[in-house]
């Protein structure tokens, strides 16, 4: 299937009518997979978001589908993934060649893709303990895949917050645009950073903790309710949502 350059490009060298260019266009706009998908083909064309594809509750036959379904973007990511699920599907997914595939168990994210893309700017990945990499290893990758490069420091929380300096200091020297900073327990360390810093803060809260801080609420409730300016939230272990805020806010820098 044609891309939308080569329908425009076709249509400007009067090799198809403008009817037939409307057509093809709006053609491409939605791929529906049997009767249980509807891929946005031009996802990544309006929002700068690659195609990306949430494994759970969907049956392993439905999501091969899916995922063969939107291999001819080059580009695609699996999220939620885990590891059993992925070694059920690795093998239908052979059918991809040309493709890298290239699965990261901690972050339960799978890439398919054809190509890489230009890192174009930096951002800074933090976690306040070791329990808190998986949600900021999915920030990262994502916001990888988005076209940045990423810093990153793993536990530096408040618990020895001495070691959070340094990393803080290499991140402002190597000129980073937003930092995402991953909690549970009490979810401090946003707020600390942000008194520390002039960018962006984007706190993650993490289901990781003891009685009431289990599921990640009362990290959340702590970082809305910092008393640091400069700090916005994403849900509860959302590092998918904090990667791509973060790469649209750093990428306003080069426009």
Sequence with gaps: MMNMKEILQKFIEGEISLEEAEKRLKIMQIREIEDFAKLDMCRDIRTGIPEVIYAEGKENDELVKIIIGSADKGRLMVTKLDKRKFNAIKE????????????????KILLIKDHEIEKEVKIGVITAGTSDIPVAEEARITAEEMGCEVLNAYDVGVAGIHRLFSHVRVMIEEDVKVLIVVAGMEGALPSVVAGLVDMPVIGVPTSVGYGVGKGGFTALFAMLQSCAPGIAVVNIDNGFGAGVFATKIAKQFKK
């Design 92 to 107: 239908e997914l052979t059918i991809l060649e040309g493709f890298k595939i290239d699965y990261h168990k901690k972050a």
